[in-house]
C-alpha cells in the first residue's frame, strides 16, 4: 500500500452554506458528486471482484435518493453500489446504505433508489462488480485521500481499492489496502441525486 499524506485542511476546513448538488429544470435535481470539483470526463473498464472506494466531504446536511452509475458497454454479471461513513484516514466504518444489486449486462444509466440523510462528514461511494463492464467516469476530489508523501511525478491519489470476491457489501466496510496515483485526480464512478434541500 502507498504512503498517504492527509491534506487535512481539505476535509476539516470546508466552507459552509453551500447545498452540494446542481440545480436542474422543471423540478429536476442533476447528478452531482458531493463535495467534489469534477473535471474531467472518460471511461473506463472496471475490474472484476475489485471493491472501489470513492471519498466524498459533505459539507452541509443533505437527503440523497438516487445512487447512479452509466454503463458504456455491457459485461454479462452484476454490480451494487454503496455509500460508507469514513474515518479520519479515509477507511470505511459504517455502510451508510447498500443500495441493492443491478445487472451490468447493458448499456445503461443505472438509478437505484435510495433515501439518505448525510450529515457534514467524510463518506465514501463504493461499487463492486464481478464482471468488467466499461462505465463513465469523472476526475476530481485528489485532495480529499491525501497527495504522496514524496510528491514525485504522480502525486494526485487516483482509486482506493480492495480485490474482493463480489458480494452484498459489507458492515462494517472492508479496508482498502491499495492506492493507485497519476497526475490527474481521483476516478469517481458513481454519483447520487441530492433531493433535499
Given at each position: 500500500?502507498?504512503?498517504?499524506?492527509?491534506?487535512?485542511?481539505?476535509?476539516?476546513?470546508?466552507?459552509?452554506?453551500?447545498?452540494?448538488?446542481?440545480?436542474?429544470t422543471?423540478?429536476?435535481?442533476?447528478?452531482?458528486?458531493?463535495?467534489?470539483?469534477?473535471?474531467?470526463?472518460?471511461?473506463?473498464?472496471?475490474?472484476?471482484?475489485?471493491?472501489?472506494?470513492?471519498?466524498?466531504?459533505?459539507?452541509?446536511?443533505?437527503?440523497?435518493?438516487?445512487?447512479i452509475?452509466?454503463i458504456t458497454?455491457?459485461?454479462?454479471g452484476?454490480?451494487?453500489?454503496?455509500?460508507?461513513?469514513?474515518?479520519?484516514?479515509?477507511q470505511?466504518?459504517?455502510?451508510?446504505?447498500?443500495?441493492?444489486?443491478?445487472?451490468?449486462?447493458?448499456?445503461?444509466?443505472i438509478?437505484?433508489a435510495?433515501?439518505?440523510?448525510?450529515?457534514?462528514?467524510?463518506?465514501?461511494?463504493?461499487?463492486?462488480?464481478?464482471?468488467?463492464p466499461?462505465?463513465?467516469?469523472?476526475?476530481?476530489?485528489?485532495?480529499?485521500?491525501?497527495?504522496?508523501?514524496?510528491?514525485?511525478?504522480?502525486?494526485f491519489?487516483?482509486q482506493?481499492?480492495?480485490?474482493?470476491?463480489?458480494?452484498?457489501?459489507a458492515?462494517?466496510?472492508?479496508?482498502?489496502?491499495t492506492?493507485?496515483?497519476?497526475?490527474?485526480a481521483?476516478?469517481?464512478?458513481?454519483?447520487?441525486?441530492?433531493?433535499?434541500?
Amino acid at each position: 500500500m502507498s504512503s498517504r499524506t492527509r491534506a487535512s485542511s481539505a476535509v476539516d476546513n470546508v466552507p459552509e452554506g453551500r447545498a452540494d448538488w446542481v440545480p436542474g429544470t422543471a423540478g429536476n435535481p442533476n447528478i452531482s458528486v458531493p463535495g467534489v470539483d469534477l473535471v474531467t470526463v472518460s471511461t473506463a473498464v472496471m475490474v472484476a471482484n475489485r471493491l472501489y472506494y470513492e471519498p466524498v466531504y459533505v459539507a452541509t446536511t443533505i437527503t440523497l435518493d438516487r445512487l447512479i452509475c452509466e454503463i458504456t458497454a455491457g459485461v454479462a454479471g452484476n454490480a451494487r453500489m454503496g455509500i460508507y461513513n469514513a474515518d479520519r484516514d479515509w477507511q470505511p466504518t459504517s455502510l451508510v446504505v447498500d443500495g441493492g444489486q443491478f445487472a451490468t449486462g447493458v448499456a445503461a444509466v443505472i438509478n437505484l433508489a435510495i433515501n439518505v440523510t448525510l450529515q457534514p462528514n467524510r463518506y465514501l461511494f463504493a461499487i463492486h462488480a464481478d464482471a468488467g463492464p466499461t462505465v463513465r467516469f469523472t476526475r476530481g476530489g485528489a485532495r480529499y485521500p491525501g497527495y504522496g508523501s514524496s510528491l514525485g511525478a504522480t502525486p494526485f491519489t487516483t482509486q482506493l481499492f480492495i480485490a474482493l470476491a463480489y458480494g452484498p457489501l459489507a458492515d462494517p466496510g472492508i479496508p482498502w489496502n491499495t492506492v493507485t496515483s497519476t497526475t490527474t485526480a481521483t476516478v469517481h464512478q458513481v454519483f447520487c441525486r441530492v433531493s433535499v434541500p
